[in-house]
């Protein structure tokens, strides 16, 4: 069936990807791309689908409603698919109202837009929130996030995300608003914006700056190549359960301290350098406040209802991801220009 879908922060990273992957795939979808291109938006990421037809771009932030209602009315969607959100930890250590402004604030705002454009007529129609596993806060040795685990955020990042995850929730059981969320690991891939452990690592690689691993490198994350989380969210969006939560991970844990020796050891064999090369830039540093030890993803839900798995190992997604970005050094030198000069010396000094 012909949809129109509004996708929210669809020139960030991830929702990038899932914008190419719905326009592609959906040629009789209507994909509007609704995004404010903060810092880490960037229509660079999108050059490939810009100018299909079944493509649109809207420029605008949803803390602004009027330009909201106009865009809801203008498009008139059956589906929204919500990924604009502030979404790195260190910069809500640095600014946390900046992340209850768009992750609380955006969200209620496009909640309330998508109900007074029903007008209570929610027959095929879907508000669809991705979140982060990071509301269920951190785990032991042992242990993985289920649907069920109780949420205990640590940072602002994923208290705001947290408390829209509620939001979406409380829409749809106070006024039936149709919803499906997501919580999802660690993503990595193309189009990373490299304030992030593996892009930024990368970056660093390739200019030989140290690589700043916090605390004692021991934290562990469950790691996601991003073209299988938009696929999950494609099988989310069409045939998730309404009212329902899935979890989506790659069941692939690493300390971040192997994960880095892994990368410094495919950097190495593909830049031609010696063994150990990259491995010297290694530098212990300050750890993260309120830093989450250990997160892990159970995602049999997903895998049982909905048939879905990762298709790629760590290695290779990870192999692939070097390469875009080894063949991509001209978006790099853009996305690391101005502003983020200045966040960098901010976070890293020098
Ligand atoms: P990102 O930071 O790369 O992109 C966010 C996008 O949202 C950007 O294009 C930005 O311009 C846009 N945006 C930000 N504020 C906005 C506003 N006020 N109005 C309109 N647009 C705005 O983020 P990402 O890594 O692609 O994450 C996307 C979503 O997925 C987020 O909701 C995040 O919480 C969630 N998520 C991310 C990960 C991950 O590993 N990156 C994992 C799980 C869930
Ligand atoms: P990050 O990519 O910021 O994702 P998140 O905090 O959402 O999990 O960080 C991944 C892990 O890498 C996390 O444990 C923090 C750590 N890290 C470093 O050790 N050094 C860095 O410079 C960054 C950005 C992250």
């Not at 609704?34 to 938006?41: E, F, I, Q, S, V």
């Not at 037809?53 to 809801?72: G, M, P, Q, R, V």
């Not at 209802?305 to 875009?324: M, N, R």
Request: negative net charge; aromatic residues 12%.
């Amino acid at each position: 069936m012909k949809k129109t879908i509004i996708i929210t922060g669809g020139a960030g990273f991830i929702g990038s990807h899932v914008a190419r992957l719905f326009v592609t795939k959906y040629a009789d979808y209507n994909i509007i791309n609704l995004d404010a291109l903060t810092y880490a938006g960037n229509l660079e990421n999108l050059r490939d689908i810009e100018s299909a037809s079944n493509y649109h771009f809207e420029k605008a932030n949803i803390l602004d409603t009027a330009a909201l209602e106009n865009i809801f009315l203008k498009y008139c969607p059956d589906g929204i698919i919500h990924l604009a959100a502030e979404s790195h930890v260190d910069r809500s250590i640095l600014s946390p109202l900046d992340f209850v402004y768009t992750n609380v604030i955006g969200t209620v705002n496009l909640l309330n837009a998508a109900k007074t454009l029903w007008k209570n007529n929610f027959e095929g129609k879907l508000f669809y929130h991705v979140s982060t596993d990071e509301v269920y806060g951190a785990l032991g040795d042992t242990g993985l996030f289920t649907e069920q685990t109780k949420y205990d955020p640590h940072s602002p990042y994923s208290a705001s995300k947290a408390a829209s995850d509620h939001f979406v929730r409380a829409y749809h059981d106070t006024y039936g608003l149709p919803v499906v969320l997501s919580n999802c690991s660690n993503n990595y891939g193309p189009f990373h914006f490299p304030e992030k452990l593996i892009p930024l690592f990368i970056n660093n690689i390739i200019n030989k700056k140290p690589l700043p691993v916090y605390g004692d490198g021991l934290y562990t994350r469950d790691w996601l190549f991003v073209k299988d989380h938009a696929t999950a969210i494609d099988l989310v969006f069409h045939k998730g359960k309404t009212g329902g939560t899935y979890n989506i991970g790659g069941f692939n844990e690493w300390k971040n301290i192997d994960l880095v020796k892994l990368l410094c050891k495919q950097m190495d064999e593909k830049l031609g350098n010696a063994p150990g090369t990259s491995d010297v830039l290694i530098t212990y540093v300050k750890d993260r406040p309120g830093h989450d030890r250990r997160y892990a993803i159970d995602a049999t839900k997903i895998n049982k209802e909905l048939g879905w798995k990762p298709s790629v190992t760590f290695e290779e997604g990870l192999s692939q991801t070097i390469d875009w970005y080894l063949q991509n050094e001209e978006w790099l030198k853009h996305v690391t220009s101005g502003a983020y000069q200045r966040y960098y010396v901010k976070m890293y000094g020098g």
